[in-house]
């Protein structure tokens, strides 16, 4: 399998391990920082330049619950005119990640149009919301935490790419959910009474 540093896969020659591969999908507004974050996770490094254009995916093993899967990550390019590829994005994905700006209020406001496609197009998956460019000062914080609780997701966190702020916990968190929903196919939202 050809593979550069960063761990990104052409969708052609992929040949599945025979790990458990759970697909995990980052949508949101164009700009709020899907690849940047991606790429800080997969590398540790801060990816600063222009936005990105086009959409891929990278693979990483991850352990839960002391078991080794591979997240499948797919990075989305959320510019308008390649949203009809959305419901092929988003088949058999087992977990989302959804991205606003907390330095651009219009990307949260988009957020339903985002929710509203990944719930169509899968099958009761946890999605996590996360805020994103914490680093940077803002005096018009939206309220993701009430957010993601009034729309049923299963968390929510304000990451930072630049300062590496919650990145990692964003994608243990999800992976976690992803596995134990997997394995036990209960619905996982906050507030969910868990035994
Ligand atoms: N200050 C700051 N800028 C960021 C952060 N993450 C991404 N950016 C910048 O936001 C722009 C868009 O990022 P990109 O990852 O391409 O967004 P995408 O379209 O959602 O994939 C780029 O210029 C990034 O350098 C962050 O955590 N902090
Ligand atoms: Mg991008």
Redesign the pocket.
Known sequence: MEQDPVGWVSSGDVSLPRKAVLKLIVV??????????I?RYLTGN???????VGSGFATRDIEVEGVVITLAIW?F??EQRFRFLMPHYCRGALGCIL?F?L?RLTTFYHLDEWLKIVRENTENIPIILVG?????PSTQRQDGQQYAELNGLAGYLE?????GINVIETFNNIANLMWSRLTTSEPVSIGASTP
Do not use: C, I, P
């Open positions: 949101g507004e164009g700009g709020v920082g899907k690849t940047t974050l790429h801060y990816l600063d330049q222009r936005m990105t990075d390019a959320g991205a700006d330095t994103t460019k914490a680093d940077v990451t930072s790419s630049k300062d």
